[in-house]
């Protein structure tokens, strides 16, 4: 059988560590024996990994090489001030929705100049490497930033086009395309007509944005979990504390203030035998961990540092609870993670994730309003105490096959994909 030859063109960097999802799509071909020649100009301040394999090749368009470090809060720039305590639970704070005239047009200077890019690109690409376009098999077009780009390529040598997308931020728009178009141009326009869409689904609406701009042939699976990067087996270490994990990242818009604002409602004998870990370090993370001391809160939330997608699995797969309450979907990760390795949860009762574990299945959900905070007080009070039993919760998730792993959606997708090879 004739080697297959894929075009990735992305302008994401190649990363062994941070978000791994690019290198784990270039290995699910490699794993299937095809050739994926990758053109990058992601760029990342730790330099981008290369992967040695006889079958890949990485052109990395203005991008250093160099290994990737851990995500360390100490390197980040805390300089953001975020004043919490003005902020209530029920706020949504979404990423990127800073609304008027002036984000408007730096939204369309930054699509106008991405355009611009890509017909420059375009013509060096095709100068130098015209006979990896006229072998390749498929050309997939990774996230929005460059897709309109591989499009053309694609296009103009009459190959199978793929776009592949983590979810969309689109859904901040509530699916107003007015406002997609004013203020997220690049993202609308990168969700471009293709013979396959690959979406991940999220939470984040990502399907009804793929249809909406003319996708017809759409993959819409949740991600795997990549049990095989992961310990077999884990200990909880001596810990005679309750302990609740939160996997926020460097995103505010996870909003871990909202856990802590729940825990300064609990009663002392139960905040004295909780705490919270948190990951966040965000640009204000001194203003959380000030948020933190003005609700009286320092003894029982710790700050982590240091922590790659392992580290996290570990710390979740040995923690009591796991709460997830994200402002714009809580299908990630963390969740997905906490149904397949029984870990009970409590997170945002946004629709996200209920498909996947509604609270018959092992859900513990809360609704967004005036009355939040209580509301997670009395679940966390209640799971603590044992009013809410663990074991039956983890007993649900137990028996919870919808969450599969990575190598079964991998397997998944891989064929997906063939048919339009």
Request: charged share 25%.
């Amino acid at each position: 059988m004739k080697m297959k030859k894929i075009v990735i063109v992305t302008d994401l960097p190649f990363r062994k560590s941070g978000n791994q999802s690019l290198m784990r799509f270039v290995k699910m071909f490699l794993k299937n024996n095809c050739k994926v020649t990758l053109f990058t100009t992601g760029k990342d301040s730790g330099g981008e990994n290369t992967l040695s394999h006889p079958l890949f090749e990485l052109h990395a368009l203005g991008a250093s090489q160099g290994a990737v470090k851990k995500q360390n809060a100490t390197n980040t720039n805390n300089s953001l001030l975020t004043d919490y305590n003005k902020i209530q639970s029920e706020d949504i704070i979404m990423p990127f929705t800073a609304k008027g005239y002036m984000t408007i047009f730096r939204r369309w200077a930054e699509f106008t100049y991405t355009l611009a890019k890509s017909v420059k690109l375009k013509g060096k690409l095709i100068k130098s490497f015209d006979s990896v376009f006229q072998q390749a098999d498929c050309i997939i077009g990774y996230e929005a930033g460059l897709s309109i780009l591989a499009k053309n390529i694609a296009t103009q040598y009459k190959k199978p086009f793929i776009n592949k997308f983590q979810g969309t931020i689109l859904a901040a728009t509530n699916r107003n395309s007015l406002i997609a178009k004013l203020y997220y141009p690049k993202l609308y326009w990168g969700i471009n007509q293709s013979d396959l869409c690959l979406m991940v689904n999220d939470g984040t609406d990502g399907e009804y944005w793929a249809q909406h701009r003319g996708c017809s042939n759409i993959r819409f699976r949740p991600h795997g979990v990549s049990s095989s990067d992961y310990p077999s087996s884990v200990e909880r270490a001596e810990n005679n504390k309750f302990v609740i994990f939160n996997n926020a990242s460097c995103s505010a818009w996870k909003r871990p203030d909202r856990i802590v604002r729940a825990m300064s409602y609990l009663p002392l004998e139960i905040r004295e035998k909780v705490i919270l870990k948190t990951t966040y370090f965000g640009p204000d993370r001194e203003s959380l961990i000030n948020f933190v001391k003005d609700k009286g809160l320092t003894d029982c939330v710790e700050f982590l540092d240091n922590f790659d997608h392992i580290d996290s699995n570990v710390a979740l797969r040995t923690a009591d609870l796991v709460i997830m309450v994200n402002d714009m979907s809580n299908l990630g990760n963390p969740i997905l993670e906490s149904i397949f390795y029984n870990t009970p949860f409590i997170t945002i009762n946004d629709g996200s994730v209920t498909p996947f574990a509604d609270q018959s299945e092992g859900g513990v959900y809360i609704d967004i309003n005036k009355d939040f905070d209580k509301n997670m007080a009395k679940s966390i009070s209640d799971i603590v105490t044992g009013k809410i039993d663990t074991a039956d919760i983890r007993n649900s998730l137990s028996n919870n096959d919808k969450v599969k792993t990575l190598e079964v959606e991998q397997a998944d997708e891989f064929e997906r994909i063939s048919t339009m090879l």
